[in-house]
């Protein structure tokens, strides 16, 4: 779309060292712990608990995790954690808001430059979300507070299926003392069927769009956004494209 960038991108693999000490600030002060449950395991415990009556679920829609941090004593915890058996690390979700109490952010209405107004967040309603794998040194929440907190971001602007997550966002900045951002979630470009432009759903990327000649203008006039320093239209509805 020819937008240069102002400075060459944040590589994560090269930030491990960061997420590693945030998670060390986050365990000495009590607020992560280790889970053994596999996936089987959360499967069938999610299964139980919906036969006896309704579980509930993230805002994503995906089942909030069913065990308590309680059920396994700290010293088990860091017994196994010991003899190496795998395991996540994850917040202690209800600790954490105690910890900090009520939190907002602050939206930016109609565009990113918008009046902003603040939003209360819910960060209780995704359970004790998953921070750290082995195979992933920071999840997506972790690493983009801090990833954003490093290269001074005002405005952070995403698609609004991200806005829920937000609530997450703002908790973890308040427990590792990070700037709070305003915020601007932007409609999304959905496909015929109301679905959202993704590689996982076999949406065409824009490099192969470019490989047929494609102009950024062609590609504008595809999901029905004004050419290059044309009017916008009103963010209030989803644009769909085939």
Not at 15 to 35: M, N, S, T
Not at 67 to 86: L, V, Y
Not at 99 to 110: D, H, K, L, N, S
Not at 126 to 140: C, E, H, I, M, T
Request: hydrophobic letters at 40%; proline letters at 9%; a neutral charge.
């Amino acid at each position: 779309m020819e937008c240069p960038p102002s400075a060459p991108p944040t590589r994560q693999s090269d930030r491990f060292g960061v997420y590693e000490a945030a998670l060390a600030r986050l365990e000495e002060e009590g607020l992560i712990y280790p889970a053994f449950e596999s996936r089987a395991e959360i499967s069938r415990a999610v299964i139980a608990r919906e036969m006896a009556g309704n579980w509930p679920r993230d805002p994503d829609g995906v089942p909030i995790f069913p065990f308590r941090r309680q059920e396994i004593s700290d010293a088990e915890r860091a017994r196994r954690r010991e003899a190496g058996e795998p395991h996540v690390m994850r917040l202690d979700m209800a600790r954490a808001v105690a910890r900090v109490g009520t939190i907002y952010w602050q939206e930016a209405q109609g565009n990113p430059l918008g009046r902003p107004i603040p939003v209360t967040a819910d960060p209780l309603g995704w359970g004790d979300v998953v921070l750290a794998r082995k195979d992933a040194p920071a999840s997506y929440h972790l690493a983009v507070v801090l990833d954003d907190a490093a290269e001074g971001i005002s405005h952070v602007i995403r698609g609004k299926d991200l806005f829920q997550a937000t609530s997450i966002h703002r908790l973890l900045q308040e427990l590792l003392g990070l700037p709070a951002p305003v915020f601007h979630h932007h409609r999304l470009i959905l496909d015929i069927d109301g679905r959202k432009l993704s590689k996982s759903s076999g949406a065409r990327s824009l490099a192969t769009f470019r490989t047929t000649g494609a102009t950024p203008d062609d590609i504008r006039r595809l999901i029905h956004l004004p050419p290059r320093g044309g009017k916008a239209e009103p963010d209030t509805a989803e644009t769909q494209t085939s």
